[in-house]
C-alpha cells in the first residue's frame, strides 16, 4: 500500500512539473502587445484571500496520541481497556494538473495509519486485531475550482477511501470503499472576502451524513482573518508575518472502517469519529517548504462498531465506546504552492 502511495506520488509530481515547464515556455514566447489594451481582458476570481495559508501540494507527517481509557460496550456486557497512545503517519498530495485564470484542476493522493497500543491482556478479539493492524485510509481526491466571473465561482470536490483493518489483501473489498463529496457555489467579494454555500456528502462524523456547508474566509487586517469550512472546520488566523502563521480553532475527522473478521466470522463496520480542538503554527523553512505543528484535545465524537454496511440504526451496534479525551500533537513537512 505504502509503495503504491509513493508511486501514484511520483507520477503526479512529474506531470506537476511538465505542465509547468510547459507553461512557462508558452509565456515567454507569447507578445502580449498584440492583445490590445489590459481593460478589455475578462477577469476571474481567483481562490484565496490575502494572507490565506498556503496550499499543501506535499505534506508528510506524524500525529500521536495520549493515553486514553478504551472502554468496550455491548447490549449484555463491557470492558474496560487502557491504550497507551495512538500514532501514526499521516501523508498527502494535492497537485495542480490544469492551473490557469479560468479553472484550476487538482489530483490528491492520502496514506494515514492509526494504531493504538492497548494495554495486555486483550480478552477481545475484536480488540487484539485492531491492536495489530491499527486503522487506515488510503484514497484518491479530485478538486475543481471554477471562477464564473470575477465575483462568482464554483468548487466541487470528490473522494475515495479504502478504509479498514486490514491484514493482507484480500480484506480489501467494495464495502470497504467509502465515497465523500462536496459542491459550493461562492462570491469573493474583494481581495480579502470570499464565501459560499453548498452541500456534503461525508463521512468526518463516522456515519455518511448529507449537511450543509458554509465556506468563509476572509482577512480583517495585516494580522487578523478567518478560515471556515462549515461543519468540518474552523480557524482564527493571526499573521504574524507572511511566513509566520498561528491559527486556533478545530477539526471535525472521521470515516467508516471494515474488519473483515471479528473474531466470530462476521465483517463489521468500525465508524469513527473525532473532535480536534486546537492551535496551529505554520512557519516557512525556505523557499516552499513549510512546517506545520498542532496541539490539541481528541475529543470522541462517535466510536460505534456496525454488523451492516453504512448502518445508522441502534439495532445494527454491536459495541460502542465512550473512551476518554487525550491530548494530541502532530508536526508535518509541507511542499506549498506560492
Given amino acids: 500500500m505504502i509503495r503504491f502511495f509513493l508511486s501514484c506520488l511520483s507520477l503526479l509530481l512529474i506531470q506537476s512539473l511538465f505542465a509547468q515547464e510547459i507553461d512557462t515556455t508558452a509565456e515567454d514566447i507569447i507578445d502580449y502587445s498584440q492583445f490590445g489594451d489590459a481593460a478589455g481582458v475578462k477577469r476571474y476570481a481567483t481562490q484565496k484571500v490575502l494572507n490565506q495559508t498556503p496550499n499543501r501540494i506535499v505534506s508528510v507527517g506524524y ?4 493515553s486514553y481509557r478504551f472502554p468496550i ?3 449484555n456486557a463491557s470492558q474496560n481497556f487502557n491504550s497507551n497512545r495512538l500514532a501514526g503517519i499521516r501523508a498527502q498530495v494535492n497537485v495542480p494538473v490544469v492551473s490557469n485564470t479560468k479553472l484550476i484542476w487538482q489530483v490528491g493522493a492520502n496514506y494515514w495509519k492509526s494504531t493504538p497500543d492497548i ?6 478479539t475484536f480488540l487484539s486485531k485492531l491492536n495489530k493492524n491499527g ?3 488510503t484514497g484518491i481526491n479530485t478538486t475543481l475550482f471554477k471562477p464564473l466571473n470575477e465575483k462568482n465561482f464554483l468548487i466541487v470536490q470528490l473522494s475515495a477511501d479504502l478504509n479498514g483493518v486490514f491484514e493482507n489483501f484480500d480484506d480489501i473489498q467494495s464495502k470497504a470503499l467509502t465515497i465523500s463529496g462536496t459542491a ?5 467579494q474583494s481581495d480579502k472576502n470570499m464565501y459560499g454555500i453548498g452541500v456534503a456528502r461525508t463521512y468526518r462524523a463516522g456515519q455518511i451524513i448529507y449537511v450543509p456547508v458554509l465556506l468563509w474566509n476572509k482577512t480583517f487586517n495585516d494580522h487578523w482573518g478567518m478560515e471556515l469550512l462549515l461543519p468540518a472546520r474552523g480557524h482564527l488566523r493571526y499573521n504574524i508575518s507572511t511566513s509566520n502563521i498561528l491559527q486556533l480553532g478545530f477539526e471535525l475527522e472521521g470515516n467508516q472502517f471494515r474488519m473483515r473478521d471479528d473474531g466470530n466470522g462476521n465483517s463489521v463496520y468500525i465508524q469513527r469519529g473525532e473532535l ?3 492551535i496551529m503554527w505554520d512557519k516557512k523553512l525556505f523557499g516552499f517548504i513549510w512546517l506545520n505543528a498542532q496541539a490539541g484535545l481528541r475529543y470522541n465524537w462517535r466510536f460505534d462498531v456496525m454488523n451492516e454496511y453504512n448502518a445508522r440504526k441502534e439495532a445494527n451496534r454491536i459495541y460502542n465506546s465512550p473512551m476518554s ?11 506549498v504552492s506560492p
Fill in 63 to 66: 500525529e500521536y496520541q495520549t
Fill in 73 to 75: 460496550v455491548s447490549e
Fill in 119 to 124: 494495554e495486555e491482556p486483550i480478552n477481545n
Fill in 135 to 137: 486503522l487506515l485510509t
Fill in 184 to 188: 459550493l457555489y461562492g462570491w469573493k
Fill in 276 to 278: 480536534k480542538p486546537r
Fill in 325 to 335: 479525551h487525550p491530548l494530541y500533537f502532530s508536526l508535518s513537512l509541507n511542499f
